[in-house]
């Protein structure tokens, strides 16, 4: 897993939550490929919506490929 996506906190659910995080994202860009919608999201406090196979999502994308599930 990403470092930067490690959680710091001894909480066995806080240790969860990263992965479900990416879980959630991939799922979500999932569903607005199939029903042809765009994905709301706040970059840098700005209220965006986005193709889900734009460019702009696609670094994220890249970052969240789950890593031996």
């Keep these: 897993m990403n470092d930067k996506l490690r959680s710091t906190l001894d909480n066995p659910d806080m240790q969860a939550a990263p992965q479900a995080l990416q879980r959630a994202a991939r799922r979500a860009r999932e ?3 199939r029903t042809g919608t ?10 965006c919506a986005l193709d889900p ?5 696609q670094a994220t994308a890249d970052d969240s490929t789950p890593k031996g599930d």
């Design 31 to 33: 569903i607005a490929r």
């Design 53 to 57: 196979d734009g460019p702009e999502l």
């Design 38 to 47: 765009r994905l709301i999201v706040v970059h840098d406090g700005v209220l």
